[in-house]
């Protein structure tokens, strides 16, 4: 049953303290991608990989934000210095990489910045 | 900006009856638009697309229509059932550009 698999599911921490979500895509997808659900924008792209090279990061605060592909079976998204505005649902979704397919989602990582 | 548009945060249906969705979007580059479905804690899954070539796409319960000129898109569920109860997300995407979704529309399908 391939899926794509996020961790931690939950996440409360402190302001100022840093934050990584992981993200397992499913095996043979080169397409990863990172959102974040907020009430107000919906899903936002955060960025995106293609064969673990970053395509598209423009949606990411950049002096806080910071999104790798170390290998093809984990990628990661680190918030450092985390603050409350970034209490969201950050979901990973990975992609078979040829244009114009569908993005299957992980459940997310629901994040709380106390 | 918000290059697609989902201007219904909401939409309450009797079981049975027709379920109208719509969208907009802005961007004339986008070609290949792609509904999807999300239940409370959980990720969002993939519905139906439909191509810039055509204007229809059909799937059971699910039809997605096209209208280029007026840059609009609508998904209809017919019958609507309870389990259809989720949130709605209509996205865009043209080529290699990135996918961009909408704020979503929360369906319920009333018993």
């Known amino acids: 049953d391939a899926r794509v698999t996020q961790t931690p599911r939950h996440k409360v921490t402190e302001m100022g303290q840093e934050v990584t979500m992981r993200c397992q895509p499913i095996?043979?997808?080169?397409?990863v991608f990172w959102y974040r659900q907020t009430m107000m924008q919906g899903l936002e792209l955060l960025a995106y990989?293609?064969?673990?090279?970053?395509?598209?990061d423009s949606g990411m605060p950049k002096d806080r934000f910071s999104a790798e592909m170390p290998d093809a079976t984990l990628a990661t998204l680190k918030i450092q210095p985390s603050e409350p505005r970034d209490s969201a649902v950050y979901f990973c979704?990975?992609?078979?990489?040829?244009?114009?397919?569908?993005?299957?989602f992980g459940q997310g990582t629901r994040l709380t910045v106390v | 900006d918000q290059q697609v548009k989902q201007n219904s945060p909401s939409l309450s249906v009797q079981e049975g009856r027709i379920s109208i969705l719509n969208c907009d979007y802005t961007?004339?580059?986008?070609?290949?638009f792609l509904w999807y479905k999300k239940y409370p804690a959980e990720g969002p899954t993939f519905l139906i697309s439909?191509?810039?070539?055509?204007d229809k796409n059909e799937d059971g319960r699910f039809t997605v229509f096209l209208n280029k000129s007026a840059k609009h898109l609508s998904l209809h569920i017919v019958p609507s059932q309870p389990g259809d109860s989720a949130v709605y997300f209509c996205?865009?995407?043209?080529?290699?550009?990135?996918?961009?979704f909408g704020i979503g529309t929360k369906l319920q399908v009333i018993p």
């Open positions: 961007n004339s580059m986008f070609d290949y």
């Open positions: 990989f293609r064969n673990r090279a970053p395509l598209d």
């Open positions: 439909i191509s810039s070539i055509k």
């Open positions: 979704a990975s992609a078979p990489g040829t244009v114009n397919t569908e993005a299957f």
């Open positions: 095996l043979g997808h080169n397409t």
């Open positions: 996205a865009a995407t043209g080529g290699y550009q990135k996918v961009t």
